[in-house]
């Protein structure tokens, strides 16, 4: 007798909370958005203030090398 007045229970407070959502859904859903504003697309331009340079004749990199060394344990393949 005492699980069935649970569920009973149980159930009517399920149902509340979903007529609680389903108006307050209604009541904060009525927000009307104004027209859609249209923008212009953006026209091209020249680029007045580009400048021109020549680039390098070669990359100024260094040869990239690790910072440590390392030796493969015994039972491992050794690297490539």
Known sequence: M?????KVLAAMVGAGAVVAMGALSLTLGQHGFGPATTVSEPTATLGETVTTTTPPPQPVTSLATPPFTFTTPSGFAAPH
Not at 2 to 6: E, H, L, T, V
């Open 2 to 6: 005492q699980s069935q007045r649970f």
